[in-house]
């Protein structure tokens, strides 16, 4: 069964950074791209960065320069570097595969992330 167990969230002020990491199993991890997704309150979920199978990486506008996304295939790991922090980032961030196959059914819990002005 595939599982995602998304961590390193936290209460941050504006300007802070945050590295988000999520562990992947029940999945050939390798041969997909994988993202990380977000949830603000009162807003539907919506993609933030992608990272392909070959380690390139997409930002979505929002986010461009000051994320950054990477991913470890041997551990099955995805991470996420958040720098420059704003307000607007606050939403529980998830992560699952990405690209052209979109993600699939098996979403994790989450990790908070709270930006304070």
């Known amino acids: 069964q595939v599982q995602m167990v998304e961590s390193g969230g936290d209460s941050v002020q504006a300007g802070g950074s945050l590295r988000l990491s999520c562990a992947a199993s029940?999945?050939?991890?390798?041969?997909?791209?994988m993202a990380w997704y977000r949830q603000a309150p009162g807003k539907q979920r919506e993609l933030v960065a992608t990272?392909?199978?070959?380690?390139?990486?997409i930002y979505v506008s929002a986010v461009k320069g000051r994320f950054t996304i990477s991913r470890d295939n041997a551990e099955k790991r995805l991470y996420l570097q958040m720098n420059s922090l704003k307000p607007e980032d606050t939403a529980v961030y998830y992560c699952?595969?990405?690209?052209?196959?979109?993600?699939?059914?098996?979403w994790g819990q989450g990790t908070q992330v709270t930006v304070s002005s």
């Open positions: 699952n595969t990405g690209g052209a196959t979109g993600p699939t059914n098996y």
């Open positions: 029940g999945l050939a991890f390798s041969v997909y791209d």
């Open positions: 990272i392909t199978r070959r380690s390139i990486p």
